[in-house]
């Protein structure tokens, strides 16, 4: 990842939680040229997003505990502290909806709403 992806309040990642994996890689890449692979080593299968040979984003089934949910995509927003993130949304009226957690070997993040309603998350990259 660009250096410049991890500095506080860059856009850094994009990922889509959809029922159907497969048919997504195809819809994207035929629309947008993307390339995909396959990410191994993580808990479930993710598909990493790539354009120009950098990854981009990342694709995935949606998970058990959201059920009844639409395939979406998610935004994440580099944060030099995603605890203390997390902490001002509520300050400042937010909501922490889904609180800070640890993703092995890459960081940790939260998904938070703003006072309006819209969702985004919150990302700390761990130190390489």
Do not use: N
């Not at 029922?19 to 990410?39: H, L, M, N, P, Q």
């Not at 995603?82 to 400042?92: I, M, N, W």
């Not at 937010?94 to 640890?102: A, E, I, L, N, S």
């Amino acid at each position: 990842m660009d250096e410049k992806m991890k500095q506080h309040g860059a856009f850094s990642w994009m990922e889509l939680m959809t029922t159907d994996v497969a048919k997504a890689k195809s819809f994207y890449s035929s629309v947008f040229g993307w390339e995909t692979a396959e990410y191994e080593g993580g808990p479930m299968p993710y598909t990493m997003v790539k354009v120009g040979g950098d990854e981009v984003g990342g694709m995935m089934s949606m998970p058990p505990h959201s059920e009844g949910m639409h395939p979406a995509w998610s935004i994440y927003v580099t944060v030099d502290d995603v605890d203390a993130t997390a902490s001002k949304v509520t300050e400042l009226g937010g909501q922490v909806v889904m609180g800070p957690q640890d993703i092995p070997d890459v960081g940790r993040f939260c998904l938070i709403q703003d006072p309006q309603g819209a969702f985004i998350c919150a990302i700390t990259y761990k130190a390489m």
